[in-house]
């Protein structure tokens, strides 16, 4: 049941964007016989985000979902323009959630809060138009960096505490209640009320029994 309802483990290959490459592009005008370099530089390549949500208790939503794959940014091009960014692609995870390299187990970061942002595989930076490399000794350049390549790897999203799984054969018979009143003789203050607790609860169900997660619990004064 652990394995179908609650995931707190999944395995995903990240892969970010390829920066743009800049223009070798020169202006070309009425009038305006040598106009120069104009070539805008490339669109940086799009990041694969984390993001924390608190309406979220699981990473069931991750276990068939492997690669996850952001945008290319766009090349550069005439008048000093510069290419668009590649689209990121975001995660949401529940709070609690410990990013790790799956080669070599380090951890890269934790996500504690709702709405915040890590980047767990960046983005390819965007190559410089030929309009950087103009000097006085040499006015039209003709060439122009390319764009970085994105990044690619495997990655661990785990919950860094799971929580126990309560069970009950009835239904509509307190089990928010118990369970609260249960989770208070476990803790060192078991004499505070159980309304001064804030307990976060998934729910789900198998057949016809139901079970109760609990993801946290924070003190209210």
Known sequence: ?????FVDYVKIHCSSGNGGGGST???REKYIPKGGPDGGDGGRGGHVIVRGNAQLWTLLHLK??????AGHGAHGSGN????SQG???I???PLGTVAKDAETGEVLFEITEDGEQQIIQKGGRGGMGNNHFKSATNQTPRYAQ???EGSEGWRILELKNSG????SWLSECGKKYAFIRYFCSQTRNSRLSVYNIAAKFGYGKLQRYTFICGCGYSWNH
């Open 80 to 83: 000093l323009k510069t290419g």
């Open 91 to 93: 995660i949401e995870v």
């Open 25 to 27: 592009h020169f202006r």
């Open 87 to 89: 689209s990121d692609e």
């Open 164 to 167: 126990r799984c309560w069970f």
């Open 64 to 69: 068939f979902k492997k690669h996850i794959k």
């Open 1 to 5: 049941m652990a394995s179908d309802n």
């Open 146 to 148: 390319p764009g970085e």
